[in-house]
């Protein structure tokens, strides 16, 4: 199987949506030999060290950089939604969002990572035009993910009872796991 997955937050290193997402693609590397994974990784201005990630270890992983704006990637998939990543990436079987955008897809199944739902909660406590992007995005991912990975029990639970997301699409998986 092939499986794409936005890496683009790990360029804010220390944040808790970076620790996840390169403990998972770390694990990924580590004990998963079978499929093959292609990293979309998109920072105008951040860069990223990936010697970080083993990819001796595992050679069925690539990295597909761009220098793409957030706001533009905002603007074309939460907004417009145009542009499928695969014609960024290649075919996918499935495409794994995160944090900050949620592209179409042609054919891929898509998943996402929900790490909470500070936004509807305490939106006073955030800054508006992150609240907006996270929105616009939670609206796609209501709509077309499949499947929501969430980093706690309070993230599931959130994300029933404030998006109306049913039980059977959402699956906890710890960030220590």
């Known amino acids: 199987m092939k499986i794409g997955i936005d890496i683009s937050q790990i360029a804010y290193e220390g944040t808790g949506v970076a620790n996840f997402l390169s403990n998972l693609v770390s694990n990924l590397l580590k004990f998963d030999k079978k499929n093959e994974y292609i990293l979309f990784y998109s920072s ?3 860069n990223f060290q990936f010697s970080i990630f083993n990819f001796q270890a595992n050679r069925n992983f690539q990295v597909k950089k761009f220098k793409f704006p957030p706001l533009i990637l905002d603007l074309l998939w939460n907004r417009l939604h145009v542009l499928p990543i695969e014609w960024l990436i290649g075919d996918v079987d499935v495409f794994v969002t995160s944090d900050w955008t949620e592209p179409p897809t ?5 998943a996402t990572i929900l790490y909470d739902l500070i936004i509807y909660k305490y939106p006073n406590e955030t800054d508006k035009k992150i609240v907006e992007v996270q929105k616009r995005k939670l609206k796609w991912v209501k709509k077309e993910s499949e499947m929501i990975f969430c980093i706690s ?8 009872e404030i998006l109306g997301i049913e039980n059977k699409r959402l699956k906890v998986i710890y960030p220590g796991i």
């Open 44 to 46: 105008l201005r951040r």
């Open 106 to 110: 042609i054919k891929a199944k898509k």
């Open 153 to 160: 029990e309070s993230a599931k639970k959130d994300a029933e």
